[in-house]
């Protein structure tokens, strides 16, 4: 006579493993379900500094004067360092530029403004840092049109074009971002160049 067993050791195992399995899924499932309805999203408070300038002017009778540059008040923005660019050229009423470049002290006369201004490289640098909701001095008290050095048709045009560049911080090697981004060291009525460090 044959004897039969039935083997259901294994089964009612693998049965148990897989309802705690798929217990264990619906726990988890329902905990990650219930915390992304529930939970209210976090606000990111960081905030991104700015170094934004704006440049002031007073023109009156084709005479550019009081010429100087503002770092408007922001609670994001930050103390900088400003450097100003200066295109001049001749341009007619459509804005057209003239077919030769004016001359400083023969087409046009510049009266400097406060030392703090420094030319280097092309660009006058201010050397003290501006901090929000203040002021460079003046750099340029005027800028003149020589008597008869207009050509005809055409005025002088006087371009300012300003950057900023925010002045606190350092890598890890010590460098300032004026340092890094301009290639210049700053330091009070002085600017030169800087050589990255290896």
Request: net charge negative.
């Amino acid at each position: 006579m044959k004897v039969y067993r039935a083997n259901n050791g294994k089964k009612k195992i693998s049965a148990v493993a897989i309802c705690l399995l798929l217990t264990v899924v619906m726990a988890v499932g329902g905990t990650l379900a219930y915390l992304f309805t529930n939970t209210d999203p976090v606000t990111n408070t960081f905030k991104p500094a700015q170094a934004p300038n704006e440049i002031k002017e007073t023109m009156t009778n084709n005479v550019k004067s009081n010429v100087y540059v503002q770092v408007p008040q922001n609670e994001k923005n930050v103390d900088v360092y400003l450097r100003v660019a200066v295109v001049v050229s001749w341009q007619d009423k459509d804005g057209n530029i003239g077919p030769k470049v004016p001359v400083k002290d023969t087409d046009y006369v510049v009266d400097m403004g406060d030392s703090k201004w420094v030319l280097h490289n092309g660009y006058y640098y201010y050397t003290d840092i501006v901090s929000p909701n203040e002021s460079t001095e003046y750099l340029f008290d005027s800028i003149t049109v020589v008597d008869g050095a207009t050509p005809e048709g055409y005025a002088l045009s006087v371009e300012l074009l300003s950057q900023s560049i925010q002045a606190e911080g350092t890598n890890a090697k010590g460098e300032k971002p004026v340092q890094l981004a301009w290639g210049v060291t700053i330091a009070e009525g002085s600017v030169t160049a800087y050589t990255p460090q290896p």
